[in-house]
Structures are given as C-alpha cells and as structure tokens.
C-alpha cells in the first residue's frame, strides 16, 4: 500500500509538471524547481533528496504548495527557497543533531536549533541572537523594535546585562541589527574633572543626586544605561562628571553655585563608634590632625591653616565629635573606619597538673632499765624518730608512783604516734625492772591535683580569673589592757589563695597569639608556726607565642625530697643485726610534679563565640546527667530528656 502510495504521489507530481533537471555548470550542479499543488510532504522529500538533509515532519504540517522557477538554484539556494515556502504556509525547519523538524512556525522559538549543520546559516532560517546594547537602555528599546519581529517570533530585553534576546529569521536579525546600531551610537559623552575648593565632595555628590534625580538619581542609575555619572575622587577632593555637554554644563553651574564657604568656617559632625572606644580613638586622632594641620601649613609656605580642628570624646555615647575642614574630616573619617572594627577574642585554657607522691618509713626501739637501790638506779635510750618518747613514759610512771590514788596521767605521755607502737617489760622480785617500747610506721600518700581555669577576653585587653578562697592572715594583737592600750584587739589581712590566672593575649598576623601571662598557685600549708598560718605559692610570669589552637607547656616544678634519719646507741647500735634494737630511723620521702598547660583559641565572629558556648554548654549538661546517674536515676530516662537552650538559663529555672 505504502509503495502505491508513493508511486501515485510520483505520479501525481509528473501531472503537475515538477521539473526538476540538473546540469553541470562551472563543476557545480544546479536544479529548477516548478511545483502546483503539490503536496507539502513530497515537496520535503525532494528538497531531502537534492540537499542530503534528514528531514522529521511534525503530523501537524499538512497542505499544498505552488514554486515557479525559471533559474537554475544550487543546493543553498534551494534550500533557501524550501525555508520561504515553509515560511509562507506557516511552518519553520529547526536543524537538530544530524536531522532538521519540521514544526509549526509558533513552535519554533521555543526549539534549540544547531546551526553547525550548516556551512553558512540560511537567510530565511529561524535562530535566536543575543544583541548587546553598549550606550542606549535595552529596555526601551524593546518597544520600539517589537513591531518589526515577526509575530511567531521573540523580543526581550536584558536589564542586567543591557542586552535584547531575538527569536527571528536570520535575515530579519540582520536588519534589526543594523537599526540597533544607529541606535546605539553613542553620544557625544566625555569626561570632566572639576577640583572643589570649600566644599567636601562626599557631600556635594548627594546634593547633586538629589537636585538631578532624572540623571543621576536612584531611578537613572537602576535603568541600566549609565548615561551620566558624577564620581567622587575623595582623595584629592575633585568631582569626575561623565555626560554629553548639556548636562556637564548643568552640572558646573550647580558646582560653582554650591562650591561656597562655609559660614561657620568649618563642620562638625557626630560619629558614634560601634567597637572600639572613644577614649582611646580620640587620643589617637588628637595626635594625627596635629600632623596633617603641620603638613598643610608647611606646603602653604608656613601660613597658618583657615581653622583648627578638634575632636572630643562622649564616653555616654561612646561617640566622637570631631570639628574640621571637610577635606580633614573626611580622612578622619576614614581613619575611624579602619579603626572601629569588631576585635577578635581569645579563649585561653588552662590546665594546670600536680602529682604527688609521699612515702614515710620509721622503727625505732627503745629500752629502760631501773633497779632499786643500785648505786645507777636506772638507764634508759630515748629517741625522737617517732612521737612517743621512752622518757615521757618513764615520766608518766614516776608520777604514777608518786600519785595517791595511784593514777596514771596521760598527758605526760605526750602526744601517740602513728603506726603502731608495742610496750613490753618486767619486774623481778629484786627489784629490778625493765622495759621496751617498739614503733613503726609506714606510709605512702598520693594526690592528683587537676584545675582547667578558663577565661575570654578581647585582643589586647587583660583579664583575670581567680578561683579558690580569701583566708584570714593576723599581722597584730593585743590581749590585754597594759601599755597605754585601753582595749585588746587583733588586726587580720585577707588574702587569696587558690588558682590565678591573668593573661593578656595579642593577636598577629597568621592568627599567632602573644600571651603575656601570670599564672600563680597558692594555697595554705598543713605546718603552723605559733598562732599564725603558713601559705605556699608558686608562680610563672612569662611572655609565650602559641598558634590559634596550640596547647603549650607554660612551665614545670619537678621536686624529689628525701630526708633520712638515724639515731642509736654507741657501740651497741652497729652491732650487725643486734644492733638494730638499739637504733631508731626515719626515711621521708617527698616527690612532686607540677606542670601548666595553656591553649589559645581566637574567636573573631559571633559564630565561633557561639560555638564555644555551646560546647561549654554542653559540657555542662553532660556532667548533670552523670551526676544524677551516679545518684541512682535511670540513665535512659535521662538520656530521654530534651536538652534545655542556653538561653533557658536567663528564665530562672535551674537545669534539671
């Protein structure tokens, strides 16, 4: 069926005298084209089969065509020819990748077209153009080009870029082109530099802004076009205008009408700092005008300047007002820019590491000999390595015998040692009696001490943190009325002991820390000396340089103590082995480690402050559910609870 189809349609094509001859001509074939109510889908069959081109015809292209041709036409110009006849009965040819569409002309600017098809892209080919527009406003351009874009077409402007996106024939493209370029010439704009005398430039370009909105106004300025422009050198105080002559005239007469003295001979002008503080920015730049104002009066050959300028500090406000020149304001005004900026801070951790280790070994053995009515009644060894003494117990008996009662007073024993102490003795029958006293001890004590104070400050400024307690320390009494004093008193100081940590931190470039810091432990030690306290203290007080982030080692106090003692009998204490029941000895041992840690971390925005918080925060949290746990809560349920914000804190309720 297909095949008659095609043969009637052959036929069909005969009947209406499609001729379609070739020759050969300066080595290039030619063809002639002569078609009456042919079909529209057989006219691209044979324009495939002269061209070579793939073609795929949308269902929807249908009809009859009619083409009278007396001349010869090569491959291009038939195929130009087949674009027009398509253009006619309302339908484009959209190249592809290796094929061409045949769609309807209102579907044609919305296809994506490959013009690498072709050797030279066709007149009558539909194509879509990006047109820049250098000196008019796109925008109002479109307008007027519309009416020439063909109804099937596309015309947009790009305000952005300045710029017309055009979905036409190539041909059509070409002429807009051109009308854009007349268009588009620009006019005749230059550049002009205008120096002020007396007044500020900052100043006079707002003015100008607002006396020729339509040119220079926000409105002007948001079309795109740039025509006219006023710029501010505020370096040297000049104007730079950039327009045609009639608005660079405009312009000079606002100048020089606006170009005055002031009538108070200078400005002042109120800047409220934002970070840094008044103080110290008004002291800084007390010191710089009195520069600039020297250098003026030397370059004007020592003529004193027109007015002085000044500037005085609102700590209130933490605000500057500053009196000057306009030119001598603007520069402090840039100055203050650079200087009011938000300072970094500096999170500085310290970790500070003791470890202790106490070992006290003690024997000692102690005799006593008496005999009642010996020429040497008694004879005794008495060592002090250990606190009970042989003669406070021989004391304690004496008195004891000497008791009516016969009672034993303890206090004369003095003090019991540590350890433990063996009393073993007899008395015969002949009066003689005798006795030992055997102690020993030994004792081994251990601490780890750990303390992470924490402090945030800003860059260059000190902070301090103390953690521990204010103890009271007497530095004079009196007990009793005598000596011309009517009443007794006594006079304590106070003084910390504990953890103190005070750094100040500056930061470098390539976020390298300077800590100038004190670091001092004190606290009270165990020993008394009469009525009074004793107190320990050990301190660094060093400059270090750390990384942001860098944990260092401040210092360290390493201490080994040994302290040995022996007491014995002459003679009978160095007897080998025997003769250790005449001796007493005593081995302290004292070793201690102390090292402090410290790391820096800069934070220079809200987000790495916040994150330190909630870090912190969550440190926090994290040892509350511990604590409970180990209070005998169920952990789950602990785990279970939502965890509260930081700012919960500030409404009063405790973290629960």
Do not use: C
Not at 417 to 422: A, F, N, Q
Not at 614 to 631: C, I, M, Y
């Amino acid at each position: 069926m297909n095949n008659l189809k095609r043969i009637s349609l052959r036929a069909l094509l005969l009947s209406f005298a499609l001729l379609v001859s070739s020759f050969t001509h300066s080595q290039e074939q030619t063809w002639k084209v002569n078609l009456k109510d042919a079909d529209i889908r057989a006219f691209v069959s044979q324009v495939a089969d002269i061209t070579g081109y793939s073609f795929v015809i949308d269902p929807r292209v249908k009809g009859k065509v009619t083409v009278v041709s007396n001349a010869e036409m090569s491959k291009d110009a038939v195929y130009e020819m087949f674009l027009s006849v398509l253009g006619v009965h309302g339908f484009a040819a959209i190249p592809g990748t290796g094929v061409i569409k045949i769609v309807q002309q209102n579907n044609a600017k919305q296809e994506a077209s490959n013009d690498a098809l072709f050797k030279r892209t066709p007149n009558e080919q539909i194509v879509t153009r990006v047109i820049q527009v250098n000196n008019a406003n796109a925008l109002e351009l479109v307008p007027i080009l519309r009416p020439m874009v063909a109804k099937y077409g596309h015309l947009a402007g790009v305000a952005a870029a300045n710029a017309l996106i055009i979905s036409d024939h190539v041909a059509n493209i070409k002429r807009i082109s051109k009308i854009i370029d007349e268009l588009d010439s620009p006019s005749k704009y230059e550049l002009e530099v205008i120096q002020l005398q007396e007044a500020w430039v900052g100043d006079m370009v707002k003015l100008l802004e607002e006396l020729a909105p339509s040119e220079l106004g926000a409105a002007a300025k948001g079309k795109g076009a740039n025509k006219f422009s006023v710029v501010a050198d505020q370096r040297s105080n000049r104007l730079i205008l950039r327009g045609d002559e009639p608005f660079r005239e405009k312009m000079r007469v606002l100048i020089m009408k606006l170009d005055q003295p002031s009538s108070t001979g200078g400005k002042t002008k109120v800047v409220r700092l934002k970070h840094a503080d008044a103080e110290e920015i008004a002291d800084l730049l007390s010191g710089l005008m009195g520069d600039i104002v020297s250098e003026e009066a030397a370059d004007k050959g020592n003529a004193a300047p027109k007015a002085e300028a000044s500037v005085y500090a609102d700590e209130g406000l933490n605000a500057l007002v500053i009196r000057a020149e306009p030119s001598l304001l603007q520069e402090l005004e840039g100055v203050i820019d650079e200087l009011d900026v938000r300072r970094a801070q500096v999170l500085i951790e310290a970790a500070i590491v003791e470890i202790q280790d106490n070992t006290d070994n003690k024997l000692g053995v102690q005799w006593a000999l008496y005999d009642q009515g010996a020429s040497v009644p008694g004879v005794f060894t008495n060592f002090n390595e250990i606190g009970l003494s042989a003669a406070n117990v021989i004391g304690a008996l004496v008195d004891q015998d000497n008791d009516p009662n016969g009672d034993l007073d303890p206090t004369l024993l003095g003090s019991p040692s540590t350890g433990i102490t063996i009393g073993i003795g007899e008395e015969s029958r002949n009066g003689v009696s005798w006795g030992a006293l055997v102690q020993a001890l030994e004792g081994d004590a251990g601490a780890n001490v750990l303390s992470t104070p924490k402090v945030i400050t800003m860059d260059n400024q000190e902070s301090s943190i103390i953690v521990g307690e204010n103890i009271p320390i007497i530095t004079g009494q009196s007990s009793s009325g005598g000596a011309g004093t009517s009443d007794p008193f006594t006079t304590i100081e106070r003084e910390d002991v504990g953890v103190k940590l005070i750094v100040t931190p500056s930061i470098s470039e390539g976020d390298l820390v300077r800590l100038e810091i004190e670091q001092e432990i004190s606290g009270v030690s165990p020993s008394t000396a009469g009525a009074d306290i004793i107190t320990t203290k050990r301190q660094i007080k060093t400059n270090v340089l750390a990384d942001d982030g860098e944990t260092i080692v401040l210092g360290g106090l390493i201490r080994d103590d040994v302290q040995v003692s022996e007491s014995k009998v002459p003679l009978l204490g160095d007897i080998p082995l025997l003769g250790n029941l005449f001796k007493s000895t005593s081995k302290v041992v004292t070793k201690q480690n102390l090292l402090v840690f410290l790391r820096p971390t800069i934070l220079r925005d809200k987000a790495s402050t916040r994150a330190v918080t909630e870090q912190k925060f969550d440190q926090l949290w994290q040892l509350n559910l511990e604590t409970k746990v180990a209070q005998g809560e169920d952990e789950e349920e602990l785990r279970a609870r939502e965890k509260p914000t930081v700012e919960s804190l500030y409404d009063g309720n405790s973290i629960r």
